[in-house]
Nanobody, 118 residues
Framework: QVQLVESGGGLVQPGGSLRLSCVAS????????MGWYRQAPGKQRELVAH???????NYGDSVKGRFTISRDNAVKTVYLQMNSLKPEDTGVYYC????????????WGQGTQVTVSP
């Protein structure tokens, strides 16, 4: 019913940039909030950023001013532009969406690895 396909992860040097994409395939319901979370080894999963259908955004404190989230509702895709990357940004980045069909249900992507290293 719902599939999320993430792309854009990889290895980048400190100060570099990456752009993540997540394409959602939803057969029933309306996608409300779309977002990105990340998990570093030995740490809990944390919010990176999310965006609602109106374009209102919310960012984790550690990425404010460096990352930008956006979405294209026509193609059900959410993007994460990551600039000025730091080694502490390393982790697995997960796409997350909420789908409304009488009730809200959350779905997760499989994750994409981002490694920031010299």
């Amino acid at each position: 019913q719902v599939q999320l396909v993430e792309s854009g992860g990889g290895l980048v040097q400190p100060g570099g940039s990456l752009r993540l994409s997540c394409v959602a395939s939803v057969s029933i319901g309306i996608i409300t909030t779309m977002g990105w979370y990340r998990q570093a080894p030995g740490k809990q999963r944390e919010l990176v950023a999310h965006i609602n259908r109106s374009g209102n955004t919310n960012y984790g404190d550690s990425v404010k001013g460096r990352f930008t989230i956006s979405r294209d509702n026509a193609v059900k895709t959410v993007y994460l532009q990551m600039n000025s990357l730091k080694p502490e940004d390393t982790g697995v980045y997960y796409c997350n969406i909420w789908v409304e069909n009488y009730r809200q249900v959350s779905y997760w992507g499989q994750g994409t690895q981002v490694t920031v290293s010299p």
